[in-house]
C-alpha cells in the first residue's frame, strides 16, 4: 500500500514529481506511522479488542486488469485500512490481526468501531451455516437412483 502523494516542492535540478508517498507494509510497524483514529473496547468473548485505522492509502496498481488497451494512467483508489486485534479467541487459539480495506476515507473513531462490530458479527454467523448445514444433513448428497449411489461409491 502507498500514502497519497506528498505536496510538490520546488526542485532546482529537476526531476519527475513522484506519483505516490510513502510506503505502507502489513508485516513492517515502522512503516506504520501514527493512525488517524483508533478503538479499544472490552468484549466478553474477545477480550480487549483493538482497532486502529490508516487514512488515504492505495494500492500501487502496475497494469489494468480490467481488459486491454487502458490508456492514460492508472486511477489511484484510496481507502482506509483497517487493523483489528484481540487479546483471544474462543476457541483458545492464538489471535492473529486482521486487515480490513474500506472504501471510504475520513472515518471517525465512532465509524472504526462499526466496522470492528460488523466483521465480528459477520465472522460468527458465516462459521455458523456451515454447522447447521452438516447438523441437519445438508452437506449429504441426494442419491435418486440405485445408479447414482453406485456412481457415488
Not at 42 to 67: I, K, M, Q, V, Y
Not at 71 to 89: A, F, N, W, Y
Request: one cysteine or more; proline letters at 10%.
Amino acid at each position: 500500500m502507498r500514502r497519497p502523494t506528498p505536496p510538490r516542492v520546488y526542485d532546482p535540478q529537476g526531476g519527475r514529481p513522484p506519483k505516490h508517498g510513502g510506503e505502507f507494509v502489513f508485516g513492517q510497524p515502522a512503516t506504520w506511522g501514527d493512525p488517524q483514529a483508533a478503538t479499544t473496547t472490552e468484549t466478553t468473548r474477545f477480550g480487549t479488542a483493538n482497532a486502529s485505522a490508516w487514512d488515504r492509502l492505495h494500492p500501487r496498481s502496475t497494469r489494468c486488469s480490467a481488459g486491454e488497451g487502458f490508456d492514460g494512467e492508472l486511477p489511484k483508489i484510496s481507502g482506509t485500512v483497517i487493523r483489528l486485534h484481540v487479546d483471544q479467541l474462543p476457541t483458545g487459539g492464538d489471535p492473529k490481526p486482521v486487515w480490513l480495506w474500506w472504501s471510504k476515507t475520513d472515518g471517525t473513531e465512532a465509524d472504526i468501531d462499526r466496522c470492528r462490530q460488523s466483521f465480528l458479527r459477520r465472522f460468527d454467523i458465516e462459521h455458523t451455516f456451515p454447522l447447521f448445514k452438516h447438523t441437519l444433513g445438508w452437506t449429504v448428497p441426494k442419491l435418486r437412483s440405485p445408479e447414482a449411489a453406485d456412481r457415488r461409491a
